[in-house]
């Protein structure tokens, strides 16, 4: 789209990092992902494809791989992050003396870390010491399968420095991807980390064979209890109305390429967690974030019930029968999105 060549690293050579990785490089960039094995980055460098999770997609010359974190991250002007979420904090304080004081950091991770309940922009700033400015939040309804197969696709860049994110819209902007640009960050992650564990619920629902009806209500519910969450945080409520809130939660809801709602399939037909681990086969970040969610409701004293009952049947705590009991058998009250 007419930007200046950039050089960007991806740290992550899974379906989503890959995909971005493509996008970038198809707006004009020069992309080095990080790939952890050899085979991987052999397979991006000799036949432009990742084998392990986008068999069917080449990649363009722009994208190179290598297993070498600092030479993935030397120059690099902008740094992004494709990782599991509970990982982010160890591997982020091997890689932080190699990230530029300049760079930008992109965060594509959605979920909400462990026990400290931060936010990954949050763990980002804690660990680095990188200011709020130039640590960038992109989110949106974004199937990493349908992207990299050119399919229309549009996500939000949030970031405090608007020119920052200006700038970062321009870099990844192509034909078939349009991104939009805002500040609220908060509102953006929280939408993003959320709607991993309202997709376990509809995953839930329909292995127990429950019908249309069931799963609106849980996206309808479900971002109420996300909007409830975020006015209390201080996130701006409009934006889950927009693409990085309603958007994308309807994506991963509706799906069946949504690796959250496979897993919560998984699991309402009888399979246990570590079952459905291995069939997912990738990580659906619902699973470890819900608890961390629903820990973070109870600080600010806002009722999550969906996520409490996936956070239960995560647990162990109740059976999946018994959850889908609990959410019917609460008592009815006005309908409202507010906290």
């Not at 997609?57 to 002007?77: D, K």
């Not at 594509?108 to 200011?131: A, C, D, F, N």
């Not at 997709?199 to 799963?215: P, W, Y």
Request: some cysteine; overall charge neutral; hydrophobic content about 45%.
């Amino acid at each position: 789209m007419g930007c200046r060549v950039a050089r960007v690293a991806v740290l992550s050579a899974g379906s989503w990092g890959t995909t971005m990785a493509k996008v970038f490089a198809d707006a004009g960039n020069d992309v080095l992902v990080h790939a952890r094995r050899d085979e991987v980055a052999d397979a991006i460098n000799t036949r432009h494809q990742n084998p392990r999770y986008l068999p069917d997609v080449l990649l363009p010359p722009r994208v190179r791989a290598t297993t070498n974190t600092t030479f993935a991250l030397s120059g690099a002007a902008y740094v992004v992050l494709s990782i599991p979420a509970q990982t982010l904090r160890e591997n982020l304080a091997v890689w932080a003396p190699y990230i530029r004081p300049d760079t930008v950091v992109v965060s594509l991770m959605k979920g909400i870390e462990t026990y400290s309940g931060l936010r990954m922009s949050e763990v980002i700033h804690q660990v680095t010491g990188i200011p709020f400015d130039r640590i960038a939040v992109l989110s949106g309804p974004n199937l990493a399968r349908e992207i990299a197969g050119g399919q229309p696709a549009a996500s939000v860049i949030a970031c405090p420095d608007q020119t920052a994110a200006a700038a970062l819209q321009k870099a990844c902007h192509t034909s078939y991807f349009r991104p939009y640009t805002g500040t609220d960050v908060a509102g953006c992650e929280l939408g993003g980390a959320i709607k991993n564990v309202i997709a376990l619920a509809v995953g839930l629902a329909a292995g127990l064979s429950m019908g249309d009806n069931a799963r609106a209500l849980l996206v309808t519910r479900g971002l109420a209890e996300t909007a409830r969450l975020g006015q209390a945080i201080g996130a701006d409520p409009l934006t889950f109305s927009g693409l990085a809130g309603a958007g994308d939660l309807i994506a991963t809801c509706s799906s069946p390429l949504s690796r959250n709602r496979r897993f919560g399939e998984h699991l309402g037909r009888g399979m246990s967690v570590e079952e459905a681990t291995t069939a997912t086969g990738q990580t659906a970040e619902g699973v470890k974030s819900c608890r961390a969610i629903l820990d973070l409701s109870r600080v600010h004293g806002v009722e999550m019930p969906i996520t409490e009952v996936v956070a239960a049947v995560i647990d162990g705590t109740t059976s999946v029968p018994d959850a889908a009991a609990a959410l019917m058998s609460r008592t009815p009250k006005p309908e409202q999105y507010r906290a």
